[in-house]
């Protein structure tokens, strides 16, 4: 399992940190010699929803990088104080400029390479007036078979987009999970 060591530093008392095992722990840590706390470094939450206005998923194609140009479903980063559920709602808004009704959790993607957790919810489109955020070239809506599959940014939106369509095609959505090596 590959750790990060991302500090350097002592959040507490600004020390420089020594990574090691710490007494009754069983992973390297960043530990401060001079204070002694400990600094984890844990996996990030993105959050994000698959909305959906009469059968077409809206996307969202990339200004930022990564991935600058290709498309995904409105995501990002969970901010602290923020339920998920209302981390994906803001991503969809920042990014879409659309307003969502949450549907239920619908995939749940641990990427353990770059220490992140993705998880979508499938969501309803309130109404049809959006446009594209900072972080959006452009936004669209795409029925199955009009999504360009080689040009979406990441495998978990691929994979989350593959689900979403095999459970609407069988009128019975589940939560689903994987790793993403």
Known sequence: MVRGRSFQHCKACGAAVEYRVPAGDNAERAVCPACGT????????????????????????????????????????????ETLEQGAQRETLEEAGARIELQGL???????????????????????????????????????????????????????????FDDRRRAQFGVHTADIA
């Not at 959050?47 to 998923?57: E, H, K, L, S, T």
């Not at 446009?131 to 994979?159: H, K, M, Y």
């Open 106 to 164: 619908f995939s749940v993607l641990s990427v353990v390479r770059v220490g992140q957790v993705h998880l979508f919810y499938r969501a309803a489109l309130l109404d049809v007036d959006f446009a594209p955020g900072e972080e959006s070239l452009e936004v669209g809506l795409f029925a199955e078979d009009e999504i360009a599959w080689d040009d979406l940014a990441f495998r978990t939106v691929t994979q989350t987009l593959r689900w979403y």
């Open 38 to 81: 400990i600094h984890y470094e844990n996996p990030l939450n993105v959050v994000g929803a698959i909305p959906v206005w009469q059968g077409r998923v809206l996307l969202c194609r990339r200004a930022i990088e990564p991935r600058r140009g290709y498309w995904t479903l409105p995501a990002g980063f969970l901010e602290l104080g």
